[in-house]
């Protein structure tokens, strides 16, 4: 049962899997065809056409250019799929108009408007089927799943499959009622036949390679030959369409014959409605027949985590970066200065024994005698490098080579968290499905966990523990970035502050900030710095208070804030967190040991410079590399001054070589990366060359002498069409001057007016010169094919015409069945066909259109041909303008990136690297010694299996994860590229304890 029964599942929406095999078997189909039938005719005509194979050269480069983001995604209705048909649509409408092929023998005009009669019909008849179906559900008539709806892009593209399917066969092997025996005949000449034909090898393979032909036409004879008369079958006599006569000498009378490709369209038909009856109705598909073997497998690919992708910040079409957008603005604008979450956590605060705010003041740890903890940040993007950092946080140990040795490194039993929890913005999806999924994967909540449930007087421990330090398992306590800010910081109190579990880790936490007292005379103080990088005065209130009457004089402070303003007030020479200065130089003195942040994606470590002058604070870190896109650290490699003492980098990763050829992707892989940024590209170039469309007078640049008079010629004409543009245009100088606007106020603030400008500039003047060149390129192939009388020969319907001039030859209809269905749709059959041909063929569109502009100009048009004109010039000019767009924009990016060292957050976040991940772990010693050892992984997995050891580990019911031997449910499929087998120690030094006598500190 097992090997024929699929699964009904919205995982598997219907019916993909059958029409990904229909493709490669139909592609396969006409590979084999054309191949035997027009190779040795290509080889022949080759060098008759250069100038034409030029141009498909360049056809097929900017068509793959354009495809090549898509290239290996699976085939399922989504935009990727529709850029496949897209692609397919109008580089089959450009190819087929281009001579080559026609000197092959091979007629595209035939197959082209075959397949669009075929396809609109089979749309037309699945769409009435569904409609049917849906009405007999409705009434009872039929059960199950039947009720749910098909996607339409699904039945679209199960129709292109099907008519692809009959064009294949009418190609190769007709309509014909009746096939007549014939000979395999082939005549040679030329170049080709003197070098193979007349050699005595024609019994060699290749000959045998020739001979296939004759086994086609066996094919065609035996397997596809007609299924019978229209006397066979009364019934459908007039229903049917008839086969073409082929005699070998005169005929008799019309054909009886019913019309193979009209059998082979039925059956196909046949087998669609009969599939989604049985399927929705059953949950039984009668095209998914899976061997033992594929099912196990196909379970097996069911066993793997449902991780999102990484964030696509340049995306234009995604709803998430314009809710982002609007939500900062309105945070900015509203919240941060008039209506502070933090005030109002400040007014709710239950205040016990003076400044132990027992909201605010956690010293469970306090009494143990060493502590090991952990520290990330900015988590919640991929969901690869999310999970691959939780599965190492969740791990009971790490093994880590340590130069000759091995050192064992137990779970941290305090989780810190810096901030930036989800993206793009704060929101249930992205908190549930960006930060809880990874973190619950890699260790589980407790079997009495809900997701629903509410924390309403925290904190909620487990059954059998009365008080916090009784409790054994991992904790962890979280400060809010600047995206969890974004909606007034409403999801991270809600997912936060009322919630008892991330994942196996217990969150004690009833506020956005915090004090925790370590042992050995440790402490950290979380800072909530809201959108503006600083704490307001109630947060200072309490941390000052708790400094002057807690903190000791020996005691050593981690301060921990979201973002590095020692690094960010250094790139944009700025000045910020002022309170917080104040706090660690006026408060602390000297007492804060370590500031650690996140925010920037990288890790970097600082140290001072033993000096005359004031320490105060003695190590910067930063490790922003919990789960987020990278950051570069070469951009920050001149960084050694903070309140006036020196700091030297003692620790980068990546490395500052590494952080610079890494930005070299922007010019490689821009587009790969981010093919969502289409949408905006697209436009923008064509709003650039709008009012230079078309361009009539190309004779100089299509009738040069040489080949360096041409290129004068041609880029003579893009400087004219530029001047046009300055001098008379309205549409695009408006775009033009736009995007230099744009261009300007993207440029960072740090640099100067003049700067700016002249980068804008320049950066603007690339973009529109590439414009240029690729309308009058457009401009030049439409006129070289005009020229050449390949367009703009009988008006906007020529295929059509031609079409129906061959149909009564080849499709014969003695019943009358097409003009009955004329009559019984009001025309509508024929003209349907009618302008679904002429919106097929938009290169001829185009060039009727555009050679009517150019004998009568633009105001002989009327608002809608202008409309059909430009939207068909468009639909080319995406195609050839994305890929240039991205390539001229990513060299943009790594030349700021690597010459000006600007624009670090947007050349990176482009990149969307999932690799260099690391967390930074602790060790308060019993001698008081703090440990760092900051561990990481260069390579993320991207394929997880379920853990054999964690599904073999033998579990108790309520049992908590953090006791589990393999904790973690997931892990890389191939196992040397797990994280828990490459992490490492790319830094390791140590704080030493503070006493009365000692004012200094080592570090190794």
Known sequence: MDRVRTIFSDKYPYPHEHSRHAIITVVVGCLFFISFDNMHTLIQKLDNNIKWWSMYACLFGFFYFFSSPFIGKTIKPNYSNFSRWYIAWIFVAALYHLPSFQSMGLDLRMNLSLFLTIYISSVLFLIVFHILFLGLWYIGLVARVAGKKPEILTILQNCTVLSIACCVFYSHCGNRAILRERPFQRSYSGWFSSSFWSKEERNTWISKFLQMNELKDQVCKSWFAPVGSASDYP?????????ELACNGSCDGPSDKISPIYSLWATLIGLYMANYVVERSSGWALTHPLPAEEYEKLK????????????????????????????????????VGRFDMRMMQAAMIRTEDGVHRGDLLYDHFSEKEELWFDFMADTGDGGNSSYAVARLLAQPSIRVNEGDSISVLPRGDLLLIGGDLAYPNPSAF????RFFCPFEY??????????????????????GTSDLKQYKGPQSFVIPGNHDWFDGLHTFMRYICHKSWLGGWFLPQKKSYFALQLPRGWWVFGLDQSLHADIDVYQFKFFSELIKEKVGENDSVIIMTHEPSWLLDWYWNDVSGKNVSHLIRDYLKGRCKLRMAGDLHHYMRHSYVPSDKPAYIHHLLVNGCGGAFLHPTHVFSNFNKLYGTSYETKAAYPSFEDSSRIALGNILKFRKMNWQFDFIGGIIYFILVFSVFPQCRLDHVLQGDSFSGDLKSFFDTVWRAFIYIIEHSYVSLSGMLLLLMTAFSFIPSKLSLKKRAIIGILHVSAHMFAALILMLLLESSIEMCIRHRLLANSGYHTLYQWYRSVESEHFPDPNGLRARLEEWTFGLYPACIKYLMSAFDVPEVMAVTRSNICKKGMLSLSRGGAMIYYA???????????????????????????????????AFSSLRIANYKSFTRFHIT?????????????????????DPKWDAEQKQPQQPSHLRKYPSKWSAATVQQDPVATVKIVDHFVIPFTTANSGSEASN
């Open 872 to 906: 068909s010039v468009f639909l080319y000019f995406w195609v050839l303008s994305t890929p240039v767009v991205s390539l001229v924009f990513g060299s943009y990016l790594y030349i700021c990136i690597n010459w000006l060292h600007i624009h670090f957050d947007e």
């Open 430 to 433: 992205t908190y549930e499905r």
């Open 235 to 243: 019934f459908l006599s007039k229903w049917v369409i008839y086969g």
């Open 926 to 946: 019993k001698d008081g010694n703090l440990e760092v050892f900051t561990l990481a992984v260069d390579k993320v997995p991207r394929d997880w299996i379920l």
């Open 300 to 335: 097996n690919e069911q066993l793997k985590p449902d991780f999102l992708d990484m964030v696509p910040w340049y995306s234009g079409t995604s709803a998430d970066l314009f809710k982002t957008a609007f939500d900062l603005l309105v945070s900015v604008t509203v919240f």
């Open 442 to 463: 890699a260790l589980q909540p407790p079997p009495w966990y809900k997701p629903e449930h509410i924390a309403v007087d925290k904190p909620e421990l487990p059954s």
